[in-house]
Structures are given as structure tokens and as C-alpha cells.
């Protein structure tokens, strides 16, 4: 009986916070920067769907991952704010965000298979980068880690 009156009646910011393990604080500041919610009951209390324990889910892993809150919450606004979003609410984003987690699973990709090489960054410090960037060639295309951001080794000319 005890859940069903809770999924009815919302949940606490501490059953959020119990069952995310994000801290009160966390949530709060979340609701401020716009990725979450809540509603208010007639005592004026603030509760929350349990729709919005899979949000503040995806808030933290994809802050984990390093994505920005801007970026987070542009993914979240394609959600429906005042039902729980159903799971073809949750295929959509998933489908365009997947492009964007696809790029970054290439970078860390790139990352770890070349971070013991050349990575293309003007230094010149490894013995690599007299093969790979002779008189640091690549930096032609540009500033940063040249093989990192996707450049391909510039041929003997
Ligand atoms: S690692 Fe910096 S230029 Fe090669």
C-alpha cells in the first residue's frame, strides 16, 4: 500500500536523493538550471515525479561524462515537462543523442589508443614526433592535439 500512496502523491527531494545518490543540494541546483521539475503540493512542498529519478539519472552520468549542463538540458527540453515522458519520448532524444555520444566515444577512443604516440601538439618531445610531425607539420591544420581531434598524418612531401 505505502507505494502505491508515494507514486501518487510524488516523491521527497531526500527519496530522490536516497535513490539517485545525488545530494539534496544537487537536485536543488539541477531544478534551478532547469533540467528538472518538481511540483509543489497544497502545503507548498516541493515533490517530484518518479519520472524525474530517470532524469536526474541522465543529469549525472552525462555530467560524469564531462557533457555540459547547456548541453544536458537542450537534450532534456525535447522531453515532455509535465507528464512522465514515455519510453518513445526517451528513443527520440536517445536517437540524437547518440550521435553526440558517438563523437565523444571516438575522441576517448582516439585518446587511448595514441595518448603513448605522437598526438600531434607541437611539442616535439617524443622520438614519434620526428616520424608523425616532422618540424611539427600538422600544425598547418590548426592549434591543439591535431591527431587527437581526427587529422590524419601528413605524407612525406
Ligand atoms: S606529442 Fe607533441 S608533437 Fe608529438
Known sequence: MQNKAIHHRGLTIGQIATRTGLAPSAIRFYESEGLVHPFRTDGGQRQYQRGDIRRLSFVMIAQGLGF??????????????????TPADWARISR??????EARIDQMTALRDRLDGCIGCGCLSLKTCKLYNPADRINRNGAGPRYLMGDRIIEDE
Do not use: H, Q, S, Y
Request: proline letters at 8%.
Open 68 to 85: 555540459a549542463i547547456k548541453d544536458i538540458k537542450a537534450v532534456l527540453d525535447r522531453l515532455p515537462e509535465n507528464r512522465t515522458p
Open 96 to 101: 540524437d543523442f547518440r550521435k553526440t555520444l
